[in-house]
């Protein structure tokens, strides 16, 4: 029998090489003291994008009304899920993509997975998004989170966003650029908090699942 661990990190890392979305800030990271005769610890300055690696939109991101991410509630980001695998499923993840793991008991938080290994280190234009209608049906069927391992619910180059505004109008949270590439399909808890940050239109996280008892 195959050893499963008690706790899966399904963060992707932070570093300079990070990919973020074309334009969009990446990651630095400087240090403003280091240990010597003036300092006696090492301090660090970050300068980044929100949306670099793991991370939580807020409603302020696609909405000029919306909250800020440190505004929003906590619930949605912990508790029950289930990681549902879509593999292959192109440029969209519809219905039929994911019909096999949805039942009456689905928890209130989804994650899925498009790739066979999370592209981590590169930006991907031609990344999977998820169908506008599945979303609906998700929010329909009680959830109240949707995660992906991909930069974005929407394709790359879109711009009216018909994914986050369903997120909007149903009230749905979300994460993205999740890596689940070590994740068997199946039932989770989820813990993935956001920052409090006041006046962020997003935050990142470190995005963790524990096996059930």
């Known amino acids: ?21 074309p334009g969009d800030t990446p990651y630095e990271q400087r240090w ?11 301090v660090s300055t970050l300068t980044l994008s929100p949306h670099i690696g793991t991370h939580a939109d807020a ?15 906590l619930q949605a980001f912990i508790g029950p899920c289930r990681v549902i695998h879509a593999l292959g499923c192109g440029p969209l993840v519809e219905w039929r993509h994911i019909a096999h793991a949805v039942s009456a008991d689905l928890p209130p938080r989804v994650l899925l997975r498009t790739y066979a290994s999370a592209p981590v280190d ?27 391992d991909t930069a974005s619910v929407d394709p790359a180059d879109s711009r009216e966003l018909p994914s986050h505004q369903v997120l909007r109008r149903r009230g749905l949270r979300v994460l993205e650029n999740l890596v689940l590439d070590a994740v068997p399909e199946g039932d989770y808890e989820l813990i993935a908090l956001p920052l409090k940050l006041t006046t962020a239109d997003a935050s990142p996280v470190r995005a963790v699942l524990r096996a059930l008892a």
């Open 1 to 21: 029998m195959s050893y499963q661990p008690l706790l899966w990190d399904i963060s992707a890392p932070l570093h300079a090489s990070s990919p973020v979305y």
């Open 32 to 42: 403003s003291a280091t240990i010597g005769p003036d300092s006696a610890v090492n």
């Open 122 to 148: 590169r930006w991907d234009a031609q990344l999977s998004a998820v169908a506008p209608e599945t979303l609906e049906r998700l929010a329909d069927a009680g959830v109240l989170l949707v995660g992906i």
């Open 59 to 73: 409603p302020l991101h696609y909405d000029n009304a919306g909250v800020a991410i440190g505004a929003v509630a």
